[in-house]
């Protein structure tokens, strides 16, 4: 964090961020080149270097690790595929990694060129008989120099199409990208085999790979170009053996380790729905719940866009990791889903996980507890009076335990929701195909439709997360992140925690909470001015479901990332490691793709999401897009409204809204007053799941080893973007 560091030696004392003592000791690796029984500490060694050259460094098992002090993606799930580009300076270099609990491995490799193709971590389709002739996949492009660097990416089918993309590669990093294919005319055996090649003013390298050939009504995977971050995903699409408009379209979520093909196939092929497997970014992901969730409305989307359905029949399912996401997206979006069906699912990360939830929270930590409120199932709850539900769950299940599932039907049977519950006797966590592939599922989504109803009884955590059921759309709260709910009929309605609303139907006469309205029009946007509701519209620039906090809401809208280069070279250093760092953890967590670009090259006119690394001294779109921002950080100074904080140890993560050629943007910062600060946001969770934000977060370097204690303050603005109207704790 200091930027101090030297190799330590056998025997040297260490003070951990509790206080605690341990000693450094020499580990030798077996005879496959691993290391075993570090219980998730760290491992440091050093590489002597005659000469400075660039090298590729594979590593597996490892949470991250430093390089000459710079931080690094690491390959926390082992799968062994994540290649590092590294500078090697002459002489010794220190490597410091953050050991995980299982095997770590690993080695240094020359690199094959400046620009080298991977092919271990591929997002690929599936060649379809008959299906479409242009094709999009994601493929690994390393880059082993010290500027980025763009690239065309030449495509050759079997026949001689060729297809041409272009990519940006950070400096000494990777970056997936996605890349066009043309499927060949003619007869297709059972692979196809396409030649990569990547060219500057030479060809830098080459690579093929097989995509498997399918029948268009096989289980096959398709791909899509993300909106979140202009990546390429997939998902798995077990079709209808007879297509038809009257089909049930059914999405199921995996469970944790699990791909979604895999998921996709558990199900036998049926003649009268179309079932799609999103993938949740990753087999780990993000548990479904922040940009694991997204994904999975994305991939409902692009289902709902490609194959014949009813419109009025969609439904949600799932197992383990994707049980629990199946309550959570479920419960977030009654409207979506005529049918939910957990399958050994968990409730929430407190029931579960072992969810951070104090017994007597400060006012900060209440503050960061509230932000994490779209992971509260139990607190909407009765969203599912409007769908129906099927719970299954194995009575001998030795990793979620089935007394989730009897949670959840005692919670169903207290507001007499509409649903079935089955235990399986003796079964396990995952008792064959049948566990997800159950005949009661598939017996409820025949029954089950989509209805148009009178009535609305809807909560939602967040309007930013989800802000309407039919024809009631939540547009602000008056405490932000506290459950917000509107019961509504005909004529009459109350509201808790709603500040906007608008309702999308008209109404002869309305009594909303004790006051006559009367008639009311189609789309009339209602606000509460000091608990008297009159028809009115949310000033320009104000909070909206589509530009809100809290921080992590930064992460989609085409998000990009902006380096301050204005600062020291230590500053600027640390903006652009910090960026490659958050950008290569995204790719390895979340399948990810982002743009980085320094100060000068960002336009303020973009209309993209952008995440600005660097203060207002360092970084020159900081007084462009941040000018109006009550948080203001300079060398040895942060201030939020009238309250000045001085020393060079602050950190600070918090968003804001910029408008760029009339449309809205969020503008996030990841910053600090000095080197001490910046570093300390590089072991900040930013892209875990169970893990959230406010909307801003101010904090010292000792959060690292006091916890909430270290956090100076954080809170909500108020729907004027303003700290007088929204809510704040300080320690």
Known sequence: MRGKWSMPKAGDSLTNARGGTAKWRQVTAGKDGSFSGLGGGYLATSVEAPNECAMVLEASGDALVYINGAPRAGDSYGYGYLKLPMWLHKGQNNLLFVAGRGQFKAKLTEPRGPIQIETGDLTVPDVLIGGPKELWAGVVLLNTTDKSQRVHVFSRNSGGDSAMSTAEIPAMSLRKVPIKLIVPNGDLGKQEKFQIECRQTRVTDKASIDLEV?????????????????????????????????????????????????QARAYSNKDWCTLVAATNRRPYGFDWEDIGRLDALEVLTEAKRRFAHDPQSIHLTGHSMGGHGTWAVGT?????????????????????????????????????????????????????????????????????????????????????????????????????????????????????????????????????????????????????????????????????NVYALRLD???????????????????????????????????????????????????????????????????????????????????????????????????????????????????????????????????????????????????????????????????????????????????????????????????????????????????????DWTLKSGESAWN
């Open 332 to 496: 977030l979006y009654p409207d979506l889903f005529a049918s939910i069906a957990p399958s050994a699912g968990w409730i929430s990360f407190w029931s579960y996980a072992g969810g951070y939830k104090p017994a007597n929270a400060t006012p900060v930590e209440a503050e960061l507890l509230q932000s994490m409120s779209p992971s509260d199932t139990l607190a909407r709850v009765e969203n599912t009076l409007e769908e129906k539900v099927y719970i299954l769950h194995g009575d001998k299940d030795d990793n979620v335990p089935v007394a989730q599932a009897r949670e959840m039907k005692r919670v169903l049977t207290s507001i007499h929701a509409d649903f079935e519950y089955h235990e399986e006797p003796g079964a396990g966590h995952w008792w064959g195909d049948k566990c997800v592939d159950w005949p009661g599922i598939f017996d409820q989504i025949r029954s089950s439709r989509l209805t148009s109803r009178k009535e609305i009884d809807f909560t939602t955590p967040s309007p930013a997360v989800s802000s309407h059921d039919q024809w009631v759309t939540v547009l602000e709260q008056i405490h932000p992140m506290a459950p917000s709910h509107v019961k509504i009929d005909e004529s009459e309605g109350t509201t808790e």
């Open 214 to 262: 399918k029948r268009i009504n096989e289980t096959h995977r398709e791909t899509f170009i993300s909106n979140i971050d202009g990546s390429l995903q997939y998902f798995a699409v077990n079709p209808s053996q007879k297509p038809s408009d009257k089909d049930p379209l059914i999405l199921t979520l995996h469970g944790a380790g699990v791909e979604a093909i895999g």
């Open 505 to 719: 139907k008209s109404f002869d006469k309305l009594v909303l909470d004790h006051q006559y309205l009367g008639r009311i029009g189609h789309g009339a946007q209602l606000v509460n001015v000091f608990g008297h509701w009159q028809i009115d519209r949310l000033k320009d620039g104000a909070k909206s479901p589509d530009v809100s906090g809290p921080f992590k809401n930064v992460y989609q809208n085409h998000f990009l990332f902006v380096i301050g280069t204005h600062g020291s070279p230590e500053e600027n250093k640390w903006a652009a490691d910090k960026a490659r760092f958050d950008a290569e953890t995204f790719q390895y967590r979340g399948n990810g793709s982002v743009d980085i670009v320094t100060d000068s090259q960002y336009n303020a006119g973009w209309q993209r999401n952008v995440i600005l690394y660097g203060n207002a001294d360092t970084n020159s779109a900081w007084t462009p897009l941040l000018a109006r921002c009550p948080i203001q950080v300079t060398r040895g100074q942060l201030k939020v409204g009238d309250k000045s904080l001085s020393g060079g140890d602050l950190a600070g993560l918090f968003i804001y809204p910029h408008k760029a050629h009339g449309k809205w943007i969020l503008v996030g910062a990841i910053t600090g007053t000095g080197i001490e600060g910046f570093r300390t946001t590089d072991r900040l969770a930013i892209f875990s799941s169970g893990v959230a934000y406010p909307d801003w977060t101010i904090l010292s370097a000792n959060v690292l080893s006091t916890g909430s204690k270290g956090i100076n303050g954080c809170g909500f603005f108020g729907n």
